[in-house]
């Protein structure tokens, strides 16, 4: 059975690069990526890749990305459609019609213009409804559907893969002092106000503390820090190398997310179960819905506005010990990627054996 998965991504993102290892292992995949084609990608070796080197808002891009839909189903029988997001199939769904399709909203457009639930209900009943089913990250996103279509979805989580890493590394923090300095780490998209500015701060102010930087560097802020003294830039690399990364030479995990949108409110940061998995204690602040986990987990500092920057050290190296032995309560396989993709697959299989 064939699927054609479609992102505006070149297929660097950590989710988009499990799922089609995940779907490969059921289904024949292609995947075909709007973006700037990035040095290198993590697509599996067995998905067959399609890229369109041009930006996702690009009339161009859109207009090619539509006639290799068609080509590709025309030319290899295509029933099964995988797409992310809600934008990319809002340019894409006539070429689409007559196919099986799912839709991955894990970083909605809906979202991040604060139209929750109910609101542009129109909009979203065309788009909902004329697909077969809907996967988000959590339970909490289940909750921003408009009520009619919140059965339509199933939750796969963005959990990390245990075979990533060696669980034994994650023992590693607590060999880790934190006597000589902080080891801070800082991953994924980053800018200025997704982590870059707090790291500075912290930077700035302990000449001890260090810094580990991995992933996007979306603004000339954050392209700044990462040739700053103490800051090693890693570039961007497969989650597997970030997990190992972090249970060697990191005991403080960034997670900033603006008070901006509903879609950074309702964030489901792969940091928090990499975090977990790594026993690494977590910094975010508490605009994001999950830094309630966190503090009821106590796996890290929830930081407000009103902190200063010595507030913040002080109460990370205090509770650093308590933060590393809640990790020891944790069962750490609930919070994997083996876990939930068996039900996960299964959901998929069932949409797409329709035909």
Sequence with gaps: M????????????????????????QFEVFFLGLGLVAESDYIPDSVKSFKIDHKHKSIVGILLLNIYIIYLRLRFGIKNAYIVDEQCYFVTWVSLLGMNKI??????????????????????????NSVDMLILTDEYRRKLLPAKFRGKAIIYPNYPSSSNIDLSLAQSS?????????????????????????????LDFDSSIKLIMGGW?????AKSLSRMDRVRYVGVLPQKNILQLMS????????????????????????LYDSILTSVPILINSYPMVSEKVRNMNIGLVIDESETD???????????????????????FKFTDESVSPSYLSSIKAVFDKN
Excluded: W
């Excluded at 607590?174 to 912290?202: C, N, P, V, Y």
């Excluded at 030479?249 to 309702?266: C, D, G, K």
């Excluded at 050290?313 to 309560?329: P, T, V």
């Design 174 to 202: 607590k060999a880790k002092s934190i006597g000589h300095g902080i080891s801070m780490g800082l991953f994924g998209s980053i800018s200025k106000d997704r982590g870059a500015e707090i790291a500075k701060r912290l």
């Design 248 to 271: 060697l030479e990191v005991n403080l995990l960034l997670a900033y997310y603006p008070n901006s949108n509903i879609n950074n409110r309702y964030a489901s940061p792969n940091k």
């Design 103 to 128: 839709i991955d909203i894990f970083d909605s457009i809906f979202l991040k213009i604060n139209m929750e639930s109910e609101k542009l209900f129109i909009i979203k009943n065309i788009i909902y």
């Design 310 to 332: 010595e507030q913040i050290i002080e109460q990370f190296k205090l509770r650093y010990s308590q933060f590393i032995c809640s990790y020891d309560k944790l069962d750490k």
């Design 217 to 221: 560097l979306y603004d000339d802020y």
């Design 2 to 25: 064939k699927v054609l998965y479609i992102a505006f991504n070149n297929g660097t993102d950590v989710r988009i690069s499990k799922e089609l290892l995940h779907l490969s292992r």
